[in-house]
């Protein structure tokens, strides 16, 4: 199974809007509505930001949201802020595999 | 609160065996499927191995299949990965992650470094 495509970095400036893509196959993203993206700060574990495709775990701002079309899946986090500036990470389900992960995106808060 | 803990990592020679453990609290551990996943040094995130609650269903990525063996004991709320057969390239920081509704990882440990060196 291939690493999901997600651009290496992504920049905006506070209160911007930014979007995180991630491409993967019909056998994947495509085939699954469960996608679920992760935020990771320098030297910290993943911490879960979106499930199913759009949902938002009890805690996490409303700012981040997530959409599917097709094989690809979006992260779009609005209102930019400093503490935003992390890796993002994309993940499907994929059956017995059976996840896979996506290449990551730098987001940077200019 | 959920936690999961990792431990047991360290420094290791090729070829060599190393055995993690992934201590949890603050939930049910027995009715949880849990996964271990890697990410080597300023590298991405790497899913290796999926244990269900039961350990009926175990799955591991190619690249350490026939080297990594996933287990649990759900008296003791732990999971295990044995590792033999260490090589460089599985030099990365190992977390355990619990899989929560719609196939997520919900909760993850705070990660052990294993490193692989002569």
């Known amino acids: 199974q291939s690493a999901l495509t997600q651009p290496a970095s992504v920049s905006g400036s506070p209160g911007q809007s930014i979007t995180i893509s991630c491409t993967g196959t019909?056998?994947?993203?495509?085939?699954?509505?469960?996608v679920s993206w992760y935020q990771q700060h320098p030297g910290k574990a993943p911490t879960l930001m979106i499930y199913e495709g759009t949902k938002r775990p009890s805690g996490v701002s409303n700012r981040f949201s997530g959409s599917k079309s097709g094989n690809t899946a979006s992260l779009t986090i609005s209102g930019l802020q400093a503490e935003d500036e992390a890796d993002y990470y994309c993940?499907?389900?994929?059956?017995?595999?059976?996840?896979?992960f996506g290449s990551g995106t730098k987001v940077s808060v200019l | 609160e959920v936690q999961l803990v990792e431990s047991g990592g360290g420094l290791i020679q090729p070829g060599g065996s190393l055995r993690l453990s992934c201590a949890a609290s603050g939930f049910t551990f027995s009715i949880y499927s849990i996964n271990w996943v890697r990410q080597a040094p300023g590298k991405g995130l790497e899913w290796i191995s999926y244990?269900?609650?039961?350990?009926?269903?175990?799955y591991y990525a190619d690249s350490v299949k026939g080297r990594f063996t996933i287990s649990r004991d759900n008296a003791q709320n732990s999971l295990y990965l044995q590792m033999n057969s260490l090589r460089d390239e599985d030099t990365a920081v190992y977390y355990c992650?619990?899989?929560?509704?719609?196939?997520?990882?919900?909760?993850w440990g705070q990660g052990t470094l294993v490193t692989v060196s002569s």
């Open positions: 244990i269900s609650s039961s350990s009926s269903a175990i």
């Open positions: 019909s056998s994947d993203v495509g085939s699954y509505n469960l």
């Open positions: 993940c499907s389900y994929v059956g017995t595999s059976p996840y896979v």
């Open positions: 992650a619990r899989v929560g509704l719609g196939y997520t990882l919900d909760y």
